[in-house]
Each structure stands twice: as structure tokens, then as C-alpha cells.
């Protein structure tokens, strides 16, 4: 059964059909770079309600391990049907320039699920650590 690649809308009214992996090196258009941070349309985008375990710099092993299973999970979510960016209230970027968005499905956030099934944290604007 073929599954048609999701339709992201990153600021109105662009829209971009786009299935996402996980980011490598080269040109990041469409990729997912860990639980709380992916690439679309080659803007790098935070996931903004949410923080997510670090695979590039963790501080133990069971923080990599959860930030890898963090990544696999936003990458399945963002794969699975259309969804929006929303904006996060008050701030357009964060402080490594990266576009601050919600990722809204049917008016539910994705990064909802990701804390739901204990693989993030709801943000609250620092971060807690993971060890």
C-alpha cells in the first residue's frame, strides 16, 4: 500500500510535500537531526514545546540512547500524514537561529505525543538534564 509523503507548511502559504531521515552529511533539505530539531525545505527548525534527549554531545549513555529513540519516533511521526509548523508564541528563532515551530497534526501537537510516551520533555524554557 502506497503512503503519500507528507505535506509541511513552514510559513504561509508554502507548502512542501517531503518525506524526512535522518540527517547526514551534505545538503539538509528534509531531514530529522534529533528528537526536537529537523531540517525542511532547508530551514533547520526546534521543535519549540519540546526538549528532547542530545545524541550529538549527550552527557551519559542512557541519554543517547533515549535522544536515538527520541529521533527514530519524531522521524516515524513527521512520515506518518500531513502536518503544520504553528508558531511559537513571542520568539520567530532561538538563539542558534533555528525556526521555532510547533508540529500540529489535526490540532494536536506531535511533540504532545513525544512527552506523552516518554521520550521528551514538555519545554519550559530550560533544560532539565537527562542523567
Known amino acids: 500500500m502506497a503512503v503519500s509523503a507528507p505535506t509541511v507548511t513552514l510559513a504561509a502559504p508554502h507548502m512542501t510535500s517531503v518525506k524526512f531521515e535522518k540527517c547526514t552529511g551534505g545538503r539538509r533539505t528534509a531531514c530529522v537531526v534529533d528528537g526536537d530539531t529537523l531540517w525542511i525545505d532547508g530551514t ?43 508558531a511559537w508564541p513571542g520568539r520567530d528563532k532561538d538563539r542558534y ?9 489535526h490540532g494536536h501537537s506531535l511533540g504532545d505525543i513525544l512527552v506523552s510516551e516518554g521520550l521528551a520533555r514538555t519545554w519550559t524554557g530550560r533544560r532539565e538534564p537527562w542523567c
Open 44 to 86: 533547520k527548525v526546534r521543535v519549540a514545546d519540546i526538549d528532547a534527549p542530545e545524541i550529538s554531545e549527550p552527557k551519559c549513555a542512557s541519554e543517547l540512547a533515549l535522544g536515538n529513540r527520541a529521533t527514530e519516533r519524531l522521524i516515524e511521526l513527521v512520515n506518518q500524514a500531513p502536518f503544520q509548523l504553528q
Open 97 to 105: 537561529g533555528r525556526a521555532l515551530r510547533i508540529l500540529v497534526r
